[in-house]
T-cell receptor
């Protein structure tokens, strides 16, 4: 069965430094997608970044980059130049199945709580 | 502005009562989803719907029911059969058909007393 594992319940980082949040996944599908979402204390889920299994380059979106290592089945999120507003829960998620298929869905990891210190 | 509206934001109910959580979207998205989140945990899928009048059970559908009579609306009923209904409920729609990216509402927090 597909599974997402986030082994870091909590992380601390100093403002302006970079931080890496770990995510490993397990799937037998050849086509899949990996996502990172941010959840501030208000509760809404904010999409950050996406990596497709066939994408050859690591995805980047502003200060966010996804370190995709397919052979190791890892999809770590790197946040550069951390800001106080980055303090939140971060969830790694995986799309099961081909995106063009009918009933694909996202499965989520347990999350990592990031605290950015001034 | 387009978005997903979940209501109510906070809800308190007595044990044994059915509760319906509303989810409305004006994004013209076909697929909609309901997730449950317990404190300190990730999201677990309850139900999802790809088109009107069709929906599928997720991983934790027991004690819940849904309907999809209109494209814009996907209400979730938490029935008295749900043994531990106190949780944060998130509704989402599929924003990107290519990647499968979901766009979320702001959530409804249900507390059963």
């Amino acid at each position: 069965a597909q599974k997402i594992t986030q082994t870091q319940p909590g992380m601390f980082v100093q403002e302006k430094e970079a931080v890496t949040l770990d995510c490993t996944y397990d799937t037998s599908d050849q086509s899949y997608g990996l996502f990172w979402y941010k959840q501030p204390s208000s509760g809404e889920m904010i999409f950050l970044i996406y990596q497709g299994s066939y994408d050859e380059q690591n995805a980047t979106e502003g200060r966010y980059s996804l370190n995709f290592q397919k052979a190791r089945k890892s999809a770590n999120l790197v946040i550069s130049a951390s800001q106080l507003g980055d303090s939140a829960m971060y969830f790694c998620a995986m799309r099961e199945g081909w995106s063009g298929g009918g009933y694909n869905k996202l499965i989520f990891g347990a999350g990592t709580r990031l605290a950015v210190h001034p | 502005d387009g978005g997903i509206t979940q209501s109510p934001k906070y809800l308190f109910r007595k044990e044994g009562q059915n509760v319906t959580l509303s989810c409305e979207q004006n994004l013209n998205h076909d697929a909609m989803y309901w997730y449950r989140q317990d404190p300190g945990q990730g999201l677990r899928l309850i139900y999802y719907s790809q088109i009107v009048n069709d929906f599928q059970k997720g991983d934790i559908a027991e004690g819940y029911s849904v309907s999809r009579e209109k494209k814009e609306s996907f209400p979730l009923t938490v029935t008295s059969a749900q043994k531990n209904p106190t949780a944060f409920y998130l509704c989402a729609s599929k924003r990107d058909r290519h990647t499968g990216e979901l766009f979320f509402g702001e959530g409804s927090r249900l507390t059963v007393l």
